[in-house]
């Protein structure tokens, strides 16, 4: 028996120990502020360096001058709900607005194992190559047990996270509808004054929620499989609707010619929903993220949908509207932020919602006392 490892020369040293993602050893004594081995002499003798607190101008200058770092930085601050972070990361949005606005924003969503993260990792390299900068939001759903996130689209785009002309951020979702983060659009808008003219926001998945896909990007992306049947009729008849485009994905070996029969299936369906956007016509395609066929197509109709509705002024009609409804929905949030956390509210939501679940109180009745209480000592 020969004493030699069975791992190929080119294989790492761990190979064999670790999962997707290889576990790298940190240096002895700490880092990032984390102590070392206590009693040690280095860290009773040396003190624990502290990051540099980045002020406003240095956030700016940062993003503006296309720093990877500070713009990962910069979206961390404005995804902060620490008061002091979010009138800071305001008064950042405030000055790079003006540099914003110039790229196109494609929302992709899917039915999940549709292949997402496969196809954007495509696209991204595709359009790397042509020169385009791209940014890529990818939303993780947050546990609503735990809150966590895996976080885990930076693996699962591995050759796109290398390329220096893309950038990848993962988001959790925070459990807010439509698995987009609420500063998503604050983030779209960061991305855009680094210098990104491709922004691609992927989603968690279909739902009802998508809507709120929807309400920040230009063109919208449907991504299906063939022969995922009937089950999924009922969610791609809403989804359906708010597409601009649709593409079966996974169209290559064996699966080629169902793909293109689903296209084809898809497209007579289309004729008979109302367009997403004033005049221009949904179509289906087809595509595979393993070989690129297809991709050019996709990235080509995206082009045209922009410029068709440049030219009609339906996509800055379009965007004019969203910040408008991003207005609302902020408002929205804030006032119900204010309901749950008013002082009034909390002393007599317990006794409510006893009375409510053991049916001493009709549901109606319960949410007038609430909204009364709320409406008749705001200042409680």
């Not at 910069?74 to 607005?97: D, K």
Request: charged share 25%; hydrophobic share 40%.
């Amino acid at each position: 028996m020969s004493n030699k490892s069975d791992k190929p020369d080119w294989a790492p040293k761990d190979a064999g120990n670790e999962f997707a993602t290889r576990v790298i050893h940190g240096v002895s004594g700490g880092h990032d502020g984390m102590r070392g081995p206590v009693g040690t002499e280095a860290q009773a003798n040396k003190a624990i360096p502290r990051r540099r607190r980045l002020s406003v101008d240095d956030y700016v200058g940062g993003v503006l001058a296309g720093d990877r770092n500070a713009l990962g930085q910069a979206i961390t601050l404005v995804e902060s709900n620490a008061q002091a972070h979010m009138e800071m990361a305001q008064e950042v949005l405030r000055r790079v607005i003006p540099h914003s606005g110039r790229s196109i924003r494609i929302g992709i969503t899917g039915v999940p194992g549709a292949g997402k993260s496969t196809f954007i990792e495509a696209l991204g390299l595709y359009l790397c190559e042509r020169g385009h900068r791209v940014a890529v939001l990818a939303v993780d759903p947050s546990s609503k047990v735990t809150g966590g996130s895996i976080l885990g689209d930076k693996t699962r785009m591995e050759l796109l996270s290398r390329d220096l002309r893309a950038f990848i951020r993962p988001s959790p979702s925070s459990g807010t509808l439509g698995g987009v983060t609420r500063k998503s659009r604050e983030t779209i808008l960061v991305c855009e004054a680094a210098g990104f003219d491709v922004i691609l926001v992927e989603t968690v998945g279909v739902g009802q929620s998508e809507t709120t896909v929807r309400s920040m990007v230009d063109f919208f992306l449907l991504v299906m499989i063939a022969g995922a049947g009937d089950e999924l009729q009922g969610i791609k008849k809403g989804i359906m609707e708010l597409a601009d485009a649709l593409l079966v994905n996974k169209a290559d070996g064996d699966n080629k010619p169902r793909a293109k029969a689903a296209k084809l299936e898809y497209n007579r369906a289309l004729h008979y929903l109302a367009p997403a956007t004033d005049g221009w016509q949904t179509r289906a395609y087809s595509c595979s993220s393993l070989t690129g066929e297809g991709i050019p197509e996709i990235w080509s109709i995206v082009e045209a949908f922009r410029e068709k509705t440049v030219e009609s002024g339906v996509l800055e009609k379009r965007r004019r509207a969203q910040t408008l409804d991003w207005v609302y929905s902020m408002v929205e949030e804030h006032l119900r932020a204010s309901f749950f956390q008013h002082a009034g509210v909390e002393r007599i939501r317990a006794e409510i919602e006893h009375d409510v679940t053991w049916g001493r109180m009709p549901p109606t009745v319960a949410v007038q006392h609430l909204i009364a209480e709320f409406e008749g000592n705001t200042g409680s």
